[in-house]
């Protein structure tokens, strides 16, 4: 299951854990990633918080996490290749994996149907 947050950012549910990454419109609208600042694993992520920097030829975006947990594991082939989260930004461009303290919070992101119609007017 993936969900969507109001922040561009998505998580795919497998379990207890998620895979975080930023959503094809932010990429889009970022434009060529050149770097990427990933959370240490270990550390404690609170809904919203911040938990990396993404930065590309246009702005810097702060990355804040959809769900609260544990950082269990982040991408370093993106660390190598920041261009991943642009050609693949739901795929081999994940940033961090974590283990999800509250489950429940998943109900209150968007779908991929809500996250289309959100993002059809919004900006990253």
């Known amino acids: 299951m993936i969900r969507f947050s109001d922040e561009h950012v998505w998580v795919k549910a497998e379990g ?3 895979v975080v990454g930023i959503t094809t419109h932010a990429q889009n609208t970022l434009g060529d990633i050149v770097f990427v600042e990933l959370p240490e694993p ?12 993404v930065e590309s030829v246009k702005a810097a975006a702060d990355i804040y996490a959809p769900v609260s947990g544990t950082v269990t594991e982040v991408n370093e082939a993106l660390r190598a290749e920041p261009s991943l989260a642009n050609t693949d930004p739901q795929g081999a ?3 961090f994996k974590l283990k999800l303290a509250d489950p429940s919070e998943l109900g209150a992101l968007m779908d991929e149907t809500s996250y289309a119609a959100f993002s059809k007017d919004a900006r990253a």
Do not use: C, P, R
């Not at 270990?42 to 920097?53: E, F, S």
């Open 16 to 18: 207890d854990s998620g």
């Open 42 to 53: 270990g550390k404690t992520l609170g809904q919203k918080d911040v938990a990396g920097v």
């Open 93 to 95: 461009g994940w940033f």
